[in-house]
C-alpha cells in the first residue's frame, strides 16, 4: 500500500516560518514529479509548489520568494520551506506525487493533508 504522509503544519504567527515534510512508502519504483498544493475554506485546490526528479522546480507568484520545495529522493521525502508567512497563506496543505508503482502501475497519489494556519 502506498502512503503519503504529510507533516510540520501548525499554527504560526504573520511572518513567521513553517516546514512541511511527506513522506513516499509502499511499493514505489519511481517518483517522477511531486508537489504541494493548498486549500483554503471556500476555495478550489491550487498548485503552490513543484519539482520533477532532476530537482527542477516551479512556484505559484504568490508564494515566489517566500517558499522553496525540495526533495531527497535517497528519503523518498518532499519538503517546503516556508518563510514570511502571511494570513492568505492558510490553508490544508496537501502533498501530491506521481508514482511508478513495482506492479507497474502509475498514477496520481496524494497525502491526507496538513492545516496551516497564519494568524496573530
Known amino acids: 500500500q502506498v502512503q503519503l504522509v504529510e507533516s510540520g503544519g501548525g499554527l504560526v504567527q504573520p511572518g513567521g516560518s513553517l516546514r512541511l515534510s511527506c513522506a513516499a512508502s509502499?511499493?514505489?519504483?519511481?517518483?517522477?514529479?511531486m508537489g504541494w498544493y493548498r486549500q483554503a475554506p471556500g476555495k478550489g485546490r491550487e498548485l503552490v509548489a513543484s519539482v520533477t526528479s532532476r530537482g527542477s522546480t516551479n512556484s505559484a507568484d504568490s508564494v515566489k520568494g517566500r517558499f522553496t520545495i525540495s526533495r531527497d529522493n535517497a528519503k523518498n521525502t518532499l519538503y517546503l520551506q516556508m518563510n514570511s508567512l502571511k494570513p492568505e497563506d492558510t490553508a490544508v496543505y496537501y502533498c501530491?506525487?506521481?508514482?511508478?508503482?513495482?506492479?507497474?502501475?502509475?498514477?496520481?497519489?496524494w497525502g491526507q493533508g496538513t492545516q496551516v494556519t497564519v494568524s496573530s
Open positions: 501530491h506525487a506521481d508514482l511508478l508503482l513495482y506492479e507497474g502501475r502509475r498514477g496520481d497519489y
Open positions: 509502499g511499493s514505489i519504483l519511481i517518483i517522477n514529479d
